[in-house]
């Protein structure tokens, strides 16, 4: 008898097919004969058909999204399963996967979009955004719509993207039903709000007459997310993987758990619950005359964001403490609060216009901390029940004060071998390793290396046969090349094809990992002719697109296409979902 | 024989003319080395690879290979170059290297801290500044020194001019510098062409040196080297002819006795049209007689030796068709140099600055070396020459420039002298880049100093030029073992003491006492110091002295190095 009847082509992880056949492998003719009927009767029971809502067809809504870090790509999952009891019929579509045309035809339409770095569309979303904002986008007249923008405060273009798709959206014709509403980091409960309201609003009039009660969790709490709740983890091992020369610091951290590893596949994250610097803290409550609070200290220190100054922080302040300073109101109205925020941190809001502030006041004027996601750097296959992260130490000096990163200055400076910490798994399956024998080129400078690590573990393990080619850069060849000697080894059993580096501080003219692109743009677009995936990750202010550009050129160059056919070819890409983004 | 050859003879044979897998191994990008037999071949193109030991410890845990970086030694004859090409290298030191250079004990600079990445851009700055580095280490003839010998114009002209010739003559044939280095094309050409007339395809059994000495000064240490040439001047003090020498050298291997240390001996006399013809030869009888089996003894002073001078003299005379004459008298008076201002018989002058360890670089809130030379060379016409003790001379200042270098030598802190014990010092590179050092030199030396000159003064002999050299390992850069103070690194924070030599370097030291530290080095010589002040005789030097005075028996020659060694007092 076949002690593997399950095909290692069944859809089911290679754990699972080995875990399945060790049942149904021995099983009796009997044993087989009752898993069949019973498997046959579960998936009926699932499957029965609802009550019907109503008589009249559903309406259809499309539900669009722009997504980066993934939130948006939860909200929409929510709001479906609202509308769907609202007698709606939603489809959810990625602008990652939008054909702009099919636009024309949508009656209802709403569109979650995230903003990124500075005014930014998420990296997938680029090229139907660019559609969208130009000149062939389809008329949507009559069609209803409405908008929900996510955002970060700390960057000054808060939610332009979204801002930006609601007045286009009408600009085309479409017909506002909800107004917009831009959400913060802490969007769960204002985004539930909007959904509701949107949906209410969307949903036939006959439907919305008979006030049907709607109870969905919605945002952070979302049912997919619910089975990666914080896990306690210990840190089994702390480098800094710089040398003693270098300037920077670029901490491997691996964590061990008491049970199983969270079940993180290779380009998902972690997140860390990051504390706020214990001085900064004192010198906050100092400021604010609040020195003696404990509690309070415990809360910002634990709880809060004290350290983002955004115009948001500045008018909080300037309401919460009912303009006591007047020049806060100043700074705000004459138009030079943008530049006078631009690197300070709230404390120097507190020290440049002090006021005694009560506990209350000065926990109105900052948000909650948020989590701080980290690409793992590893993939259990080959280190089994571990994770490791690769965390580089901000520290920067400016109007006198030395400053570092929240959540990698706690990594750098507090956290220890042997300690425990909470993590949180953040999937991303938007970063994902394709079939095992398609060809990988993968692009990560500095902290970007890390997602590329998990995936020539994973490759390795795995015996994948498809080939990998790595772009890395960094500051100095000799003080700067993380994991350099995994990558001779990759390169010597041949889980690593090929490796090209780019070390900026080495020669008078930077070297930067797009140049090496260009250099080897011959093989690359070879590569990349014959299916291979492209991953970017690392820095998304300039790298990501000077990445892109570089590709643009190569080709251009390489098949001697106009600008505008090698935008369209490297569009391409991201349509065929080969061009891969894990940047902040 | 049956014997099998070393190692380095097989990576010679198969490396077509010093190619080996140099162009493919600096393809490779991720790492900062190249392999083994390439690391050999590629001294003959100028350069070791090296790597900071001081970051040995933790680059395993950081997960990174050693921190590599290539020393990249200049081939300049005669230590002579213009202050133009001061200037280029200057600008590559700042550019690629770790922003000092190091005059060498042989003329010569050395450029530290290159990575491989930067190697061809380097290499391409220094032939564009028409420099080489081409067999500046090797088994090849390697720098030819001379005396730079400011105050002899025309002596210095005329040695200068065969330093140059020889070091010409005896270059490797090979395109393989240019191919690897500069234009980056493999020259087709026959495998029965003859590459190399000279050397051959196996070059020669180990390193050769040449100098060329100008007396009364012995600052080359003449008896030190493979090769010598003692300019023997006639009364209108233009050199007649030269006294050649052969066997020096100074590497050993600590506990193998049958290494050691070995003064030339002067073969003969020859007329200065002849010196080429001789130096050839006598490189060739190497070549062919030297032992390619162990390179412990691959050396000419081992060849000399084992064969005898009378027939090694022979062999040199028929091979070269020069008929050696009787040695000329001649005297030698020091190894040092005299710092500050001369003036010569050209009307020039000329200005010696003391660099301690030779040691090129700007100390932050300190002396500014390289600023303060890049300036003066800025505005000099004449040349930069190098001195065999690790100091710079600016050479041919007319008289009306004189002020404006001696302001920039104010300006950057520049010094001229030091304390006598101290500009009578030096010390090899050693850690944290050289391979081979067991213990610290350069690092280590100035802070010796320091601690002596202090022991110096308390007997009251701050005044007394002693010789003192250092270095990591037995292998002699600094030629500790003609030092009147010798100390030679055993391990970590250890030395052997060695006395006994003669202050104008025609006299071996010998080990006095072994695995010294910072304290037992000083409570070694304090003593003697002390019966050197009481009991010395007008004008003795320390290193006659202390065999007078039975502190330490002489050494007659290498093969005696060892012999009866230790305190004897």
Redesign the interface.
Known sequence: MNSSPIPNTAPFAEEEIEILNRVVGPASPTQRAWLAGFLAGMNTATTAPQPAVGAQPAEPLTILYATESGNSERLVSDMAKAARKMGLKPSIVDMADLDVATLASVRRLVVIAATWGEGDPPARAIRAYGELMGEGAPRLDGALFGVLALGDTAYTEFCAIGKALDARLEALGGKRVVDRVDCDLDFAEPAGRWIKTALKALAPVEEAGRGRVIAVDFGAKAASTADLGPVEAEITEFIDLNSSQSEKETIHLELGFDGAAPPYKPGDSLELYPENDAAYVDDLLKAAGLASDAALRAELTKGRDVTTLSLKTLESYAATTGHQHQEVKALLESGDARAWIAGRQLIDLLQFFPITLSADQLLQVTRPLALRAYSIASSRREVGEEAHLLISAVRYQSFGRARKGVASGHVADQLKKGQRLRVKLRPNRHFALPAPERDIIMVGPGTGIAPFRAFVQERRATGASGRSWLFFGDRHFTHDFLYQLEWQDALKDGSLTRMDVAFSRDTPEKLYVQHRIWNQRRDLVDWLDSGAYFYVCGDAKAMAKDVRTALVRAYADVKALSVEAAEQAVNNLDREHRYLQDTY | MTKELSRNERIKEASAYLRGTLAEGLRE????GIIEDDAQLVKFHGMYLQD?RD?RA????????K???FMIRLRVPGGVCTPGQFINLDHIVR?YGNGTMRLTTRQTFQLHGI?K??LK?TMREIDAALLTTLAACGDVNRNVLCNPNPYQSRAHAASLALARALSDHLLPRTPAYREIWLDGERIAGGEEEVVEPIYGKTYLPRKFKIVIAVPPSNDVDVYAHDLGFIAILDNQHEIDGYNVTVGGGMAMTHGEPETYPRMADVMGYCRADQAIAVAEAVVTVQRDWGDRVNRKHARLKYTIEDRGLDAFRAEVEQRSGVKLAAAKPFTFTSTGDRYGWTESDNGCAHLTLFIENGRVKDVPGGVQWLTGLRRIAEVHDGDFRLTANQNLIIANVPKDKRKSIEALVAEHGLTTGASALRRNAMACVALPTCGLALAESERYLPDLVTALEERLAAHGLAEAEIVIRMTGCPNGCSRPYVAEIGLVGKGPGLYNLYLGAAFDGSRLSKLYAADLDHGAIIANLDPIFAAYKSERRDGEHFGDYVIRADFIAATVNGADFHKDTGARR
């Open positions: 990008e991720i790492t900062g900071d970051l933790e680059r395993v845990r950081k997960k990174m290979e921190a590599f970086s550019t990575i990445s930067n851009a």
